[in-house]
């Protein structure tokens, strides 16, 4: 196994080629001295660790959630992490969830010292409820659903099986900032929501960072020493613990953008329903069926193509950036065959077959219709051009 130091900078330069880009970092922050203003005075102030800025940015999360409280911390793999401690879960546990997601959410509970169950996934991409139950052990501590793209998982069902075996619920939601399930924020219905800043997310900041909502104050009060050494005070240490502060820098950015939420969630939904419309004429393309009473922010956009490698490569060619979210299911990772958690392939049918027919489009607020016709244009002569070969 070879391991290089960052493979990230090799990445970014190839990925930052397409003019139709996932990124749109440089548009978003073209308004970047406003918040250089906003850093002269945290300098001048020399608030930098858990600073007011943190604390305006807490403060805006939980009337946009409706949460009691929220608590920033380091990232969104942080955030998910801190929640399985401050719950008390670890060495012996088991933590059921989806092999459908990214590595932070199975990493989180491994770091924790638990164990993850996995459990297939619908065709919306998220876990299948029915599904949870059979999965459940004398060893089953939480259930931690994943809200995939933007899209709330079925919590009413989830809430349901979590109260009758006494489960606890920690939602991952980090692809789901602004969404709604029945007027309701993801991230309320478990004990506690973990979100994600990173720079692609819907709600982002220039490097990591994360926060976890929750209702308990219990759980608030476990939260917030977790994230700071377990002090109480500049002297006092109840608990030895961890240093994951969401950085003052990145809540100046953070509350920046706070102020646009509105129109980048409108833009992704306006964005994501013409690419519906559109591609659904495609018989080689599966969309999405869209719940009303449903939300749904579209962090990233997700279709199903025939022959999707072929067509990724196409798209990529005619200047697009058309990803893989993602190629490999968790459970058939390297590191999961490392831990011998003995599974293999065929156990998830669905999510195996998702990850081999998957496609991300970009969906941001920057993409114009124009630059989506073309898209949609492109796929269509792809599949145009296929059936005249064969």
């Known amino acids: 196994m070879s391991v290089k130091h960052s493979f990230l900078p090799q990445q970014y330069d190839e990925t930052a080629k397409p003019s139709i880009n996932h990124n749109y970092l440089k548009e978003q922050f073209a308004d970047y001295k406003k918040i250089f203003k906003e850093i002269e005075k945290l300098v001048q102030k020399c608030d930098f660790t858990l600073g007011r800025p943190v604390e305006e940015f807490e403060k805006n999360i939980a009337k946009l959630t409706g949460a009691k409280y929220v608590i920033g911390v380091g990232s969104g793999t942080d955030a998910l992490f801190l929640s399985l401690k401050a719950l008390g879960i670890g060495e012996g546990d088991e933590v059921i969830t989806t092999p459908y997601t990214f590595h932070a959410t199975i990493g989180a509970i491994v770091a924790a010292g638990a164990r993850p169950v996995f459990v297939d996934i619908n065709e919306d991409y998220n876990i299948n409820p029915e599904l949870i139950e059979q999965a459940i052990t004398a060893k089953t501590k939480a259930i931690l659903p994943v809200h995939w793209s933007g899209l709330c998982c079925n919590m009413d069902k989830i809430m349901a099986i979590a109260k009758k075996h006494g489960l606890y619920v920690v939602e991952d939601a980090c692809h789901t900032i602004n969404a709604k399930y029945k007027n309701k924020s993801p991230g309320t219905f478990g004990t506690t ?120 490569q196409y798209l990529i060619q005619n200047d697009i950036d058309a990803k893989v979210h993602y190629p490999i299911p968790m459970h058939l990772q390297p590191a999961a065959k490392a831990k011998k958690w003995k599974y293999k392939k065929g156990d998830f049918p669905v999510a195996e077959a998702i990850c081999k027919s998957v496609l991300s489009l970009p969906v941001h607020e920057f993409i114009t219709r124009e630059q989506q016709k073309y898209v949609v244009k492109k796929i269509k002569e792809f599949y145009n051009e296929s059936k005249s070969r064969d």
């Open 193 to 312: 929501g973990c979100f994600s800043l990173h720079p692609l997310k819907n709600l982002n900041a220039w490097g990591d960072g994360g926060f976890v909502v929750t209702n308990s104050k219990d759980v608030h009060d476990k939260l917030v020493l977790l994230r700071n050494h377990g002090l109480i005070n500049r002297d006092e240490c109840v608990l030895h613990a961890y240093n994951s502060r969401l950085d003052s820098i990145q809540a100046i950015v953070a509350n920046h953008l706070f102020k646009k939420i509105e129109h980048i969630t409108n833009s992704r939904i306006r964005n994501a329903r013409f690419f519906d419309q559109e591609l659904a004429k495609i018989p080689e393309i599966t969309v999405s069926k869209r719940d009303p009473a449903i939300k749904q922010v579209f962090h990233i956009y997700v279709i199903r193509a025939k022959d999707r490698d072929k067509l990724q």
